[in-house]
């Protein structure tokens, strides 16, 4: 079985593994997801046992389910051994102050997670977009509020402009607030417009890189055909997001993958991983297995060595752009 290997987390002094838990699959929501708790929990514990010791959830997945399941996973677990993750800004009530990123929103939505997660702590807090309606101040001194009372060890962000992240780490820097230690971007061998946009500004800065989405929504699988009908019950059969990647550019870089994938004896699940963990400021990509045997293909691609050669080969395809230009 391959081992698992570990990381810091940017310039943090924190150790994570090479792999991320993404748990948006956990909880009760679209077709494609698990519905299905035990099985959720048997799968975390299966990623805990492989060396998986970084979970990433967020309190809109399911709307709280998710965090709910993660905690119950997580009981009688040495917590010190634990990376926990989650998110906040989405809409937790229709009412006002139920989403964003105010100092109030930001501070009970914290306390919830905690609840949810049955843990004392959170160790990762990251803000899950940019909110053009609350001061970064306020969030900031919201965010270093609850480190300084020990509720969050770590603050991160995710999916904004490289100018909203470089305002954010500027003000943490002058304000002496809390500095953002990771970045969570949409990162994979289709989607690299953050290379023109927020990866230089993390490189630069030296904050950790843990990608979501780095299978393409799956389309990087291979489980789809260029000319072939969806099966029934994959994403892309009633996923929008998956649908968006069957473009020309990106099966010809599926091709490349597929090729590649053929040459080494391995599958373009473990080739589309391996390219990202070759990315130097690439941390942990953030994978959402649905089985167990999923799990663990991923984690294989630890094993997988590309050349630079094959790299070229997997990106010579695109070029990154910002804004993103290839969803048509």
């Known amino acids: 079985m391959t081992e698992m290997e570990y990381t810091k ?3 943090a002094g924190l150790d994570v593994s090479r792999f991320c838990l993404g748990c948006m699959n956990f909880g009760s929501g679209a077709e494609w997801m698990m519905n299905d708790e035990e099985a959720s929990i048997e799968l975390i514990h299966r990623a805990l046992d492989l060396g998986i010791n970084f979970l990433d959830t967020a309190n809109v997945y399911s709307h709280g389910e998710s965090e709910e399941i993660v905690g119950k996973a997580i009981e009688g677990r040495n917590r010190d051994e634990l990376v926990v993750a989650t998110k906040v800004f989405g809409e937790m009530g229709d009412y006002p102050n139920g989403q964003g990123l105010s100092r109030k929103h930001i501070l009970d939505q914290a306390e919830a997670s905690l609840e949810r997660l ?11 977009r940019w909110d053009d309606e609350t001061p970064i101040e306020e969030t900031l001194s919201a965010l270093n509020h609850l480190v300084e009372t020990g509720k969050v060890r770590y603050i991160g962000a995710s999916t904004m402009t490289a100018y909203q992240f470089t305002k954010a780490l500027y003000k943490s820097d002058i304000e002496e607030y809390e500095r953002f230690t990771c970045m969570q971007p949409e990162y994979n061998a289709v989607d690299r417009h953050e290379e023109a946009n927020l990866l230089p500004v993390c490189e630069g800065e030296g904050v950790g890189v843990i990608p979501w989405s780095p299978l393409a929504g799956g389309f990087l699988t291979g489980k789809y055909e ?9 994403r892309a059969d009633t996923d929008e997001y998956t649908q968006e990647r069957f473009t020309d550019e ?13 040459e080494k004896g391995t599958s373009p699940v473990q080739v589309s991983l391996s390219w990202l963990l070759h990315k130097p400021v690439v941390t942990a990509p953030i994978i959402g297995p649905r089985s167990i045997d999923h799990l663990e293909q991923s984690v294989e691609a ?27």
């Open 9 to 11: 987390l940017g310039t």
């Open 226 to 234: 260029r000319d072939g009908d969806v099966e029934e019950g994959l």
């Open 302 to 328: 630890l094993d997988v060595r590309l050349t630079d050669t094959e790299m070229e080969r997997i990106e010579s395809p695109k070029t990154p752009h910002w804004p993103v230009a290839h969803k048509n």
């Open 250 to 262: 990106n099966w010809t870089v599926l091709d490349e993958i597929r090729a590649i994938a053929d």
């Open 118 to 128: 049955g843990t004392d702590y959170i160790d990762l807090y990251q803000i899950h």
